[in-house]
């Protein structure tokens, strides 16, 4: 079949070119949906080679047409790689045409790939690089002449991915803090003893690695939680302290902070601490950036709540649930439920590192927290299947200890982002059901629309 997407991007033709040319550019728009991972991303549009993996072992590698380029308006990829070069049949023209509005971009696929795929893809690409770049707009004033040197640890978790990808194509360089092995814009952190030169030339560190918390909570987990969190970040705020050049540290906390029973509380950034196992080792987690602060460094401490993403975390558990004929409410499902979608997480992540206002804890949470029965509700009406078994507050129990239910599964924090809300930010997702859409493939196709011939897409 072949398929033509037309959209308008709210940004020049070049920067929109630019924004494609820059490594990252494959990884924010290829679909967490898609049964394909980026695994490198070609050099240059004009004749480079892109490689993405697939389920079995499979590679999709994909060739640019230099026959087919022409800078700042037009690149093309071909699917060379045997089976699915044969299956598949792939020929991709991206066209970029100066707009009224902006740049209008058309995307023309010559596929055998069937057209309901190609829709919740394509979908997904437009409103992800028209978002991206709106955003990039809103915050062109905080924009440094100078590109950032942005060092992250954690760069190779959910959010590091994201967020990498995001500040690479934003133009900013990214160094990924890793442990042995360091392959080139990699530098190797020791988390005991992290050498004095780790920081040098970095402007901004963001501080993502830590142990997950989601397991059962027993006394290794628990610990293991604590170990990878509180004297690693110590240890790099005592870092950022002495350096002459990083002005600011941005580490990950999390909403745990409010305690797991907070009802109908709203819980703004001046909320009292909860308690609890959670509550504990994030307040002692917030505390060990404290050198950094004392030093004059400008510090965010980002109080994550459930991340939304089709790539990782609870969003993958909870469609493997429902596809089993097994969704429903934990309980009565009345008790709160914090959430924040993984691209307006990273949004926050970027603005902070740019953003000179903002600085102590922040609430990375979307402005409209759900109840439980909500979240169960949405997910229902998004993946088109019923939602009628209530799940019993045993189940958590089983899978994460009575400890780990109650702090993590059974949470009830009605957490807001007022500090984000005061400085007039934007949320590409201020909706659970939109930003499920996007996680999950229930995007529409935005205007112009798509006008395709062969296999009709509905």
């Not at 004009?46 to 026959?67: F, V």
């Not at 997950?212 to 990878?228: C, L, M, T, V």
């Not at 914090?338 to 922040?362: K, Q, Y």
Request: aromatic share 6%; hydrophobic share 40%.
């Amino acid at each position: 079949m072949s398929l033509s997407a037309k959209h308008v991007v709210p940004a020049t033709r070049s920067q929109v070119w630019d924004w494609h040319s820059r490594q990252g550019a494959l990884a924010r728009l290829t679909p967490p949906f898609a049964p394909i991972t980026p695994v490198s991303q070609a050099e240059s549009l004009a004749n480079g080679t892109t490689i993405l993996a697939m389920p079995a072992g499979l590679k999709w590698i994909a060739r640019h047409d230099l026959s087919n380029y022409r800078r700042g308006y037009l690149f093309t990829d071909v699917c060379t790689s045997a089976p699915i070069k044969m299956l598949a049949n792939w020929r991709h023209v991206h066209e970029f045409a100066d707009h009224a509005d902006g740049t209008l971009v058309t995307d023309t696929v010559n596929t055998r790939v069937p057209g309901a795929a190609l829709k919740s893809m394509f979908a997904y690409r437009q409103h992800q690089l028209i978002n991206d770049l709106s955003f990039l707009e809103r915050i062109s004033h905080l924009q440094p002449e100078t590109p950032l040197t942005v060092a992250i640890t954690g760069s190779r978790g959910l959010v590091g991915r994201a967020l990498s990808a995001q500040l690479t194509t934003s133009g900013h360089k990214v160094i990924q803090l890793v442990r042995g092995n360091p392959k080139p814009g990699q530098r190797e952190w020791d988390l005991v003893s992290p050498d004095p030169e780790l920081l040098a030339g970095v402007d901004v560190l963001i501080h993502l690695a830590g142990e997950p918390i989601y397991g059962r909570f027993n006394n290794s987990h628990k610990q293991a939680i604590r170990d990878s969190r509180i004297e690693p970040t110590r240890r790099l705020a005592e870092l950022v302290s002495n350096s002459p050049d990083v002005s600011t540290m941005i580490s990950a906390s999390a909403v745990g902070y409010y305690g797991a029973d907070r009802g109908e509380e709203e819980l703004d950034e001046s909320a009292d601490r909860g308690e609890g196992f959670l509550a504990d080792v994030v307040s002692d987690w917030e505390e060990a950036t404290t050198p950094a602060a004392k030093a004059g460094k400008r510090v965010v401490r980002i109080r994550t709540g459930a991340v939304i993403s089709g790539g990782g975390g609870l969003l993958p558990l909870l469609k493997a649930l429902f596809s089993t004929g097994l969704g429903g409410s934990f309980g009565d499902g009345n008790f709160w439920f914090s959430w924040i979608a993984l691209d307006d997480l990273t949004d926050i992540i970027v603005r902070s590192a740019l953003d000179p206002e903002l600085s102590g804890s922040i609430n990375a949470t979307a402005p409209n927290p759900v109840l439980n029965r909500e979240l169960t509700s949405a997910l229902s009406s998004q993946l088109h299947r019923p939602a009628i078994i209530p799940i019993p507050t045993l189940g958590p129990a089983i899978l994460l200890g009575k400890e780990g239910a109650k702090e993590l599964a059974l949470a009830d924090q009605r957490v807001i982002p007022q500090k984000l809300i005061d400085a007039a930010h934007t949320f590409r997702y201020p909706t659970l059901a939109e930003a499920l859409a996007h996680e999950l493939g229930g995007e529409e196709l935005c205007e112009p629309g798509v006008v395709a011939e062969g296999d009709e897409v509905e």
